[in-house]
């Protein structure tokens, strides 16, 4: 087992919770990390920090937004009473691709609804 400073170890453990990470990319990374100058190093760190203070979901669609609701959300110009509904989620575009070659065009997943 390795010895590394506390802070070291920290990184290397929260960077190998990232999707796609695991101890010897962490590890690059980290010593990557500490080979950068302290301004770049710092504003890594400010724009994860930035992630939970300044970023927000929209209580109307969801979306991450820095005003809730989103700017899209408050444009006056936009009627609520429409809604676009996209078949295709993420992580399932393969069976949502199958099942639109084998049902319609692409252009025709998408609906179009109108609340009262
Ligand atoms: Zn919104």
Same mark, same amino acid.
């Given at each position: 087992?390795?010895?590394?400073?506390?802070?070291?170890?920290?990184?290397?453990?929260?960077?190998?919770?990232?999707?796609?990470?695991?101890?010897?990319?962490?590890?690059?990374?980290?010593?990557?990390?500490?080979?950068?100058?302290?301004?770049?190093?710092?504003?890594?760190?400010?724009?994860?920090?930035?992630?939970?203070?300044?970023?927000?979901?929209?209580?109307?669609?969801? #979306?991450?937004?820095?005003?809730?609701?989103?700017?899209?959300?408050? #444009?006056?110009?936009?009627?609520?009473?429409?809604?676009?509904?996209?078949?295709?989620?993420?992580?399932?575009?393969?069976?949502?691709?199958?099942?639109?070659?084998?049902?319609?065009?692409?252009?025709?997943?998408?609906?179009?609804?109108?609340?009262?």
């Amino acid at each position: 087992m390795e010895y590394y400073p506390e802070a070291v170890g920290r990184l290397i453990e929260a960077l190998q919770q990232l999707p796609g990470i695991g101890p010897r990319t962490a590890q690059r990374l980290t010593f990557y990390l500490l080979s950068r100058p302290g301004a770049e190093t710092q504003a890594l760190a400010d724009a994860l920090s930035a992630l939970r203070t300044e970023v927000v979901r929209c209580a109307v669609c969801f #979306n991450v937004a820095d005003v809730d609701p989103c700017r899209l959300c408050q #444009n006056p110009s936009r009627d609520s009473r429409l809604l676009l509904v996209v078949e295709e989620r993420p992580g399932s575009t393969e069976a949502a691709t199958t099942c639109s070659k084998a049902r319609s065009p692409p252009w025709k997943g998408l609906v179009q609804t109108t609340f009262a």
